[in-house]
């Protein structure tokens, strides 16, 4: 199981939604916004780092730790259900590229 698979089993068994599941097979991990969020800052220690609205007036954000290294990716619908939809290891901020210059 790949570490970014036992942070999402990790976060199932933390918010109490069930037995954990193998994130290979696709499956959606979805709560209340403040349960996920909550979970996510105080369990990994991830702070918002960016954010986006998506198709539908979904919110979706980054999390990520300096600390553990650590990061999540979440969708917010209108309704406010959110959706844990990748996390993983490794993040690394990267120095704005200046407007007008190449990637």
Not at 6 to 25: E, T
Not at 76 to 88: E, F
Request: proline share 6%; hydrophobic share 40%; with cysteine.
């Amino acid at each position: 199981m790949k570490t970014s698979h036992i942070l999402v089993a990790g976060l199932l068994g933390l918010m109490g939604l069930g037995q954990p599941v193998n994130a290979q097979a696709g499956a959606t991990i979805c709560g209340a916004r403040d349960q996920i969020i909550g979970a996510v800052t105080e369990r990994f220690g991830e702070t918002p780092r960016s954010w986006g609205m998506g198709p539908g007036n979904r919110i979706i954000e980054v999390f990520a730790s300096e600390e553990t290294g650590t990061w999540t990716i979440t969708i917010t619908a209108p309704d406010g259900r959110t959706c844990l939809v990748a996390a993983g290891q490794y993040w690394e901020d990267l120095a704005p590229i200046p407007a007008g210059d190449a990637i």
